[in-house]
């Protein structure tokens, strides 16, 4: 998973590293997304600093031009964009079998939803990542603020069912039964099967960065039955930053438990 779909346009290219390499994307006129390496073949430059000419990246240095003609020495990437998520595919990295799409959880009708996209960068790898987000018991204790009357109600090997009161304000709560499963190895996703909120899901990718460096791209597409969400479905615009905000609070806390435990697994003191 690269980055939220919203934040690569055909305006300005967008630079991230992935598994290590270096990476630019962009769109198309029409919209489509590209991503190719980020490094120019001709002497090396960043490419996430060229322009955006017609669907074709121009190198800064010396105006080479990369677009859909392959240029000896570097060559775009597969990628996906889901409408919420854009994805590239590495198939030199990873040792995992590539597929045509990714594989993605069940999401409410885009047209009846509301998503909102939060990055956070930590110190540690995916797998602390994924730790955190399956550890379903840390919730009320960790994030009193959020998160409270917390019961793990069944835990298979796929899923767990957990039941919880979502903290709106001081004595104000909303009870839900979430769904937690992992439909690939650095994705985990939760699924509001009951209560406020119900077809909501959460997906949580933590994508690496470098050794010891992940990024948690994290998409919230909220949906309700109730009338008041088709209004705010209206004013999405301003509803957003509100939900980046409440995800990345969530996130500074499980950040440090991830690379809490990233820390410990790496000097060999984690216990497990
Ligand atoms: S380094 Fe890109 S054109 Fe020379
Ligand atoms: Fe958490």
Redesign the pocket.
């Given at each position: 998973m690269l980055a939220a779909s919203s934040e690569i346009t055909s305006a300005k290219p967008f630079g991230r590293h992935v598994a290590g390499q270096e990476l630019v994307a962009w769109r198309t006129p029409d919209g489509e997304l590209r991503v190719g390496p980020g490094a120019c073949p001709h002497l090396g430059a960043p490419l996430c600093d060229a322009a955006v000419d017609s669907g074709a990246l121009v190198c800064r240095w010396h105006g080479l031009s990369l677009g859909d003609k392959p240029t000896a020495g570097w060559k775009r990437y597969p990628a996906h964009d889901d409408g919420v998520l854009a994805w590239v595919r590495l198939d030199h990295v990873g040792g995992e079998v590539p597929l045509a799409e990714p594989v993605l959880p069940e999401r409410p009708p885009r047209a009846e939803a509301i998503s909102a996209v939060a990055t956070v960068l930590g110190r540690c790898e995916p797998e602390d990542v994924v730790f955190?987000r399956l550890d379903p018991w840390?919730?009320a204790w960790?994030?009193p603020y959020s998160f409270a009357e917390l019961r793990v109600l069944d835990a298979g090997e796929e899923e767990f069912l957990v039941e919880v009161t979502f903290r709106l304000a001081k004595n104000v709560g909303v009870p839900v039964l979430a769904r937690f499963s992992c439909p690939e190895p650095r994705t985990v996703v939760m699924h509001i099967v009951e209560g406020e909120g119900v077809g909501s899901v959460v997906e949580t990718h933590a994508t690496p960065i470098a050794p010891g460096r992940t990024a948690v791209i994290e998409a919230t597409i909220a949906h309700s039955p109730r009338p008041g969400f088709a209004y705010a479905r209206r004013v999405a615009g301003a509803v957003r930053p509100a939900m980046r905000w409440a995800a990345k609070r969530?996130w500074r806390?499980?950040i440090a438990y991830a690379e809490r435990r990233f820390a410990l697994r790496k000097d060999g003191r984690w216990p497990g």
């Amino acid at each position: 998973m690269l980055a939220a779909s919203s934040e690569i346009t055909s305006a300005k290219p967008f630079g991230r590293h992935v598994a290590g390499q270096e990476l630019v994307a962009w769109r198309t006129p029409d919209g489509e997304l590209r991503v190719g390496p980020g490094a120019c073949p001709h002497l090396g430059a960043p490419l996430c600093d060229a322009a955006v000419d017609s669907g074709a990246l121009v190198c800064r240095w010396h105006g080479l031009s990369l677009g859909d003609k392959p240029t000896a020495g570097w060559k775009r990437y597969p990628a996906h964009d889901d409408g919420v998520l854009a994805w590239v595919r590495l198939d030199h990295v990873g040792g995992e079998v590539p597929l045509a799409e990714p594989v993605l959880p069940e999401r409410p009708p885009r047209a009846e939803a509301i998503s909102a996209v939060a990055t956070v960068l930590g110190r540690c790898e995916p797998e602390d990542v994924v730790f955190n987000r399956l550890d379903p018991w840390h919730g009320a204790w960790f994030h009193p603020y959020s998160f409270a009357e917390l019961r793990v109600l069944d835990a298979g090997e796929e899923e767990f069912l957990v039941e919880v009161t979502f903290r709106l304000a001081k004595n104000v709560g909303v009870p839900v039964l979430a769904r937690f499963s992992c439909p690939e190895p650095r994705t985990v996703v939760m699924h509001i099967v009951e209560g406020e909120g119900v077809g909501s899901v959460v997906e949580t990718h933590a994508t690496p960065i470098a050794p010891g460096r992940t990024a948690v791209i994290e998409a919230t597409i909220a949906h309700s039955p109730r009338p008041g969400f088709a209004y705010a479905r209206r004013v999405a615009g301003a509803v957003r930053p509100a939900m980046r905000w409440a995800a990345k609070r969530l996130w500074r806390d499980d950040i440090a438990y991830a690379e809490r435990r990233f820390a410990l697994r790496k000097d060999g003191r984690w216990p497990g």
